[in-house]
């Protein structure tokens, strides 16, 4: 899940940080109410953002691969769903970001979010294979027996793979970024942070004032607009309130 506090309106600190560090704070901001950004939603917003890159930024993206980024968290559906039951349970319960998964957790989740887009297209397992395997490169403390079994998975899985896809590797690892990229772009638009925040490839600054973004320099193809969908905790106004939301945004 992806927590998006609510809090009143201050303003946020001065300092330009990058912006995954955005998203770590939002996840670790404790609040008394928060909007939740599931994280196949929050998929489906990256896979929009990627199908709006300019070319050339990353080269063309087509539409499998576009469709391959917004699967790339479906794996979470399960976790989301029960935590969300959990919620609507017990009002008091408060909701866990995805930061705070058990590495059991994850590496179900990312198993999943790869078959699913393998299913889909072969290109879209390896891409998603390959954006997991890096990501559990970070993972450290406990259970590095499964996630290293995890990473040896996923090599065979995309050797398997490759043959089936029909594209140079410097073209295919060109994709993987813009997955990455995408990805915590997507992150961070959903965790609602007012930060100022700058990302490395490619080199962007966006700088958020209220409901509007400005991208510095922009990497879509024209200026549009982009949507995801959110759940409210608790409910405003008790059961039969306010319970979800959709959040438009113009870039």
């Not at 980024?69 to 769903?81: E, K, N, P, Q, R």
């Not at 993987?176 to 700058?198: A, I, K, W």
């Amino acid at each position: 899940m992806v927590l998006f506090p609510i809090s009143e309106e201050v303003k946020p600190p001065s300092q330009v940080v990058s912006a995954w560090h955005a998203v770590e704070e939002s996840q670790r901001q404790n609040a008394t109410a928060y909007w939740l950004v599931t994280q196949p939603s929050h998929a489906v917003l990256a896979g929009d953002l990627a199908a709006a890159l300019s070319d050339d930024l990353f080269g063309p993206i087509d539409d499998t691969v576009a469709r391959s980024i917004s699967l790339h968290d479906s794996g979470w559906s399960m976790d989301d769903a029960e935590q969300i039951q959990r919620l609507r349970t017990d009002g008091s319960y408060k909701p866990s970001a995805f930061l705070d998964a058990s590495v059991e957790q994850a590496v179900r989740a990312w198993t999943q979010s790869i078959e699913t887009a393998g299913k889909f297209a072969p290109v879209g397992g390896y891409l998603v294979s390959r954006h997991f395997e890096r990501i559990s490169n970070l993972a450290s403390g406990k259970d590095q027996r499964r996630v290293e079994a995890f990473r040896k998975r996923e090599k065979e899985r995309q050797q398997k793979l490759r043959p089936n896809i029909n594209l140079e590797q410097p073209a295919l690892d060109k994709l993987l970024d813009v997955l990455q990229f995408c990805d915590v772009l997507s992150l961070y638009l959903c965790c609602g942070s007012q930060r100022t925040v700058t990302f490395d490839r490619p080199t962007l600054k966006i700088t958020r004032r209220g409901d509007e973004y400005r991208l510095e320099p922009s990497p879509f193809r024209d200026r549009l607009q982009f949507s995801f969908a959110a759940l409210r905790h608790p409910v405003l106004g008790g059961k039969k309130g306010q319970s979800g939301a959709t959040f438009y945004l113009n870039l």
